[in-house]
């Protein structure tokens, strides 16, 4: 199933990636004294996010099982965390290893990917996607409501660190002409352009949007804002498609960590192991090939690809291959003539089955399998240049290891968190 990309276009004239307008910031930094020149705009952006209330609210927030089930399962704290440290050792990697990213004016810089990451869940709400939905709702002819809009909102308006000019009070309104003087962490524009994952400015009222449903992209009152952004990163106006390099690597990063520790979590808590993945109700294999395919459409328009029922099984022995290798000892009980093949069929059930089971309980191996899978999904990653703007070169992962993602993140979330106990929480959003 290996699809055929396009060959790379020439990008050898292209800008550097960063310049001083990529550290601009829509307020003035506070003038206390503490200037730290030895310190860069990119740390500093981290250290505001990492001390500000809405990180730590991430803790309180469920990624697949409620808090208080055990201290063992993640938050939305903790997967910003692993996506952060998959998302910084990517960029560190690339910069190694990618033809694109040899130049030293190419190197990417690895603190903007981890403040994306570590941010990229702030806006989120509780109870998921019924959560959104109901916010959504409410909030309808205001602007709506959705969870990545919602994170650009928290970063430069909702949390309380600065002004865009101390010497005017926080908001004011003349008549009725409403003035927000707000600049939330004063974030610099390139690491927000790390968190601006759709480029689609969302409509202010419901009968003006495009279709129904939740709208993904950032809200209308942050549209001068965006072309603020797009400017400081690009150098001038541009017409297409907005997604910077870092913003592409910390999307591939949350889906690895989604699909791998989402599942850790899954055989830790026992509703699955490696070997139950492959006898789930029919339906369930259904809604993943559906899944997968809509996405592929999306994402890969350069390959032609069709995912099958058939395929999601093949992919998944090829992750979980290890339960069915055959050591010495096995290999020499099966050659037994004396022995029926019935016995042998009994004996090799039963070793696969707790092969299985000690996989998902032992926290060594447990621990050793999502390490391998990680290692193998960074392992399986391209760069789609951009023909003009290295800022918007993008990673992406290879097909065949888009597709392995999808299978494990599409399965953790159709037999788990869309099973009825959980949906009985989550549609406590709604209430």
């Known amino acids: 199933m290996r699809g055929q990309t396009s060959k790379p276009k020439n990008t050898n004239n292209l800008v550097p990636l960063y310049s001083v307008a990529d550290g601009s910031r829509e307020g003035h930094l506070k003038k206390d004294g503490s200037a ?5 705009g990119w740390r500093r952006d981290i250290a505001r996010l990492i001390h500000c209330p809405a990180f730590r609210r991430l803790q309180g927030k469920t990624q697949v ?17 692993e996506v952060a440290q998959i998302a910084k050792s990517f960029a560190i990697r690339l910069n190694s290893t990618s033809e694109y990213f040899q130049p030293e004016d190419q ?5 903007i990917v981890e403040f994306a990451a570590l941010a990229h869940d702030l806006g989120h709400p509780p109870f998921g996607h019924n959560g959104e939905d109901a916010l959504d709702g409410e909030m309808a002819d205001y602007g709506g409501f959705e969870g990545n809009a919602q994170t650009l909102h928290i970063l430069t308006r909702l949390e309380k660190k600065e002004l865009l000019d101390f010497s005017e009070p926080r908001v004011k309104s003349t ?31 419901k009968g003006e949007r495009s279709n129904a449903g939740v709208q993904k992209g950032y809200y209308y009152e942050q549209k001068e804002l965006v072309s603020k952004i797009k400017k400081s ?13 870092e ?30 993945i492959f006898s789930l109700d029919g339906a369930i294999y259904k809604k993943v090939v559906g899944t997968i395919n809509k996405r592929i459409k999306k994402y890969y328009q350069d390959i032609k690809v069709v995912v099958d029922e058939t395929k999601v099984q093949s992919v998944l022995f090829g992750l979980f291959s290890e339960l069915f290798a055959i050591d010495e000892q096995e290999s020499a009980f099966l ?21 299985s089971k000690r996989l998902a309980r032992d926290g060594y191996d447990r621990t050793a399998l999502t390490s391998q899978l990680v290692q193998r999904f960074m392992d399986g990653v391209e760069i789609i240049p951009h023909e003009k703007f290295s800022q918007l070169h993008r990673a992406r992962l290879k097909i065949d290891t888009f597709v392995e993602v999808e299978c494990l993140k599409n399965i953790t979330y159709e037999y788990v968190i869309m099973s009825p106990s959980m949906q009985t929480i989550e549609h406590r959003g709604k209430d």
């Open 36 to 40: 730290e020149p030895f310190r860069s």
């Open 65 to 81: 099982f409620p808090e208080g089930d055990s201290d063992f399962f993640r938050n939305r704290l903790t997967h910003s965390l």
């Open 107 to 111: 190197k990417i810089i690895p603190e």
């Open 175 to 205: 008549g009725n002409v409403f003035s927000d003087n707000r600049a939330g962490l004063n974030i610099t524009h390139r690491g927000l352009a790390a968190v601006l994952k759709y480029d689609n400015c969302i409509a202010r009222r």
């Open 233 to 245: 990163v690009l150098g001038s106006v541009y017409g297409g498609e907005f997604k910077t390099i």
């Open 247 to 276: 913003c592409s690597i910390m999307d591939i990063s949350d889906d690895i960590a989604y699909s791998t520790y989402d599942m850790e979590d899954c055989f830790k808590a026992g509703i699955l192991d490696p070997l139950s």
């Open 335 to 355: 050659a037994k003539a004396r022995i029926s093949r019935e016995s042998k069929k009994q004996q090799s059930v039963l070793a696969v089955d707790r092969l």
